[in-house]
């Protein structure tokens, strides 16, 4: 997980309505200088989304997000699922992913939470809902107990915080939408997802 962390700090958050819209959006995140995604598994046409674009635009990297049991981490194992990525933790679905090669985030917001994925051997987490959780003084306040834990930091992030959450220590990466905003896929506008994935690439320095 970390050589996918480290290399892309910023990981677009995908929701794929429509199956036909999958590879041009990853088409369009490409061009933009984001090849890394997370399409969640939120909606019918996911998992046949995520199909076409292992299928049609072998240079994306890409994971399966919102994973809330084994069934779904299974999917996204035979799907081709590059990473996998869980809103929350459960004993169950650490246990799965703790067996398998493909690297897994799990979801923490809590120090109870954190100190479980740690005792399943996890050291990279998404930390989630950040902004509602209490955003970067949690982060801050956990880096001293928990200093071993880096976060992937997903929830109410956008273009106004991002590199306040990205200056933090234990903060390797943040997960948001803002790049592929639903209307802006709804509206097949891809130029306008290349431009703010170059505009997120560009206040990066990547």
Excluded at 133 to 142: D, E, N
């Amino acid at each position: 997980m970390n050589e996918f962390l480290s290399a892309h700090p910023i990981i677009p958050v995908v929701v794929i309505d429509r199956v036909e819209d999958a590879v041009p959006l990853a088409e369009a995140l490409i061009a933009g200088g984001l090849p890394i995604m997370e399409v969640t598994l939120r909606t019918e046409a996911a998992v046949a989304g995520i199909e076409a674009i292992v299928k049609h635009v072998p240079s994306a990297i890409i994971g399966s997000g919102t994973v809330c049991n084994p069934q779904q981490f299974a999917i996204s194992e035979d799907i081709g699922c590059q990473f996998i990525v869980s809103p929350g933790s459960t004993d169950a679905l650490l246990k799965v992913a703790q067996a398998s090669p493909i690297p897994f985030l799990p979801g923490v917001c809590s120090p109870s939470e954190l100190m479980r994925g740690l005792d399943y051997g996890f050291e990279y987490f998404k930390f989630f809902p950040a902004e509602a959780v209490g955003g970067i003084s949690l982060l801050k306040a956990l880096q001293g107990p928990f200093s071993r834990a880096k976060f992937c930091a997903t929830g109410g992030i956008g273009l106004h915080n991002v590199m306040d959450y990205l200056a933090l220590k234990n903060v390797m990466s943040v997960g948001g939408s803002w790049i592929t905003e639903s209307s802006l896929v709804r509206e097949k506008r891809w130029a306008d997802i290349q431009r703010l994935a170059s505009e997120a690439v560009s206040l990066c320095g990547h």
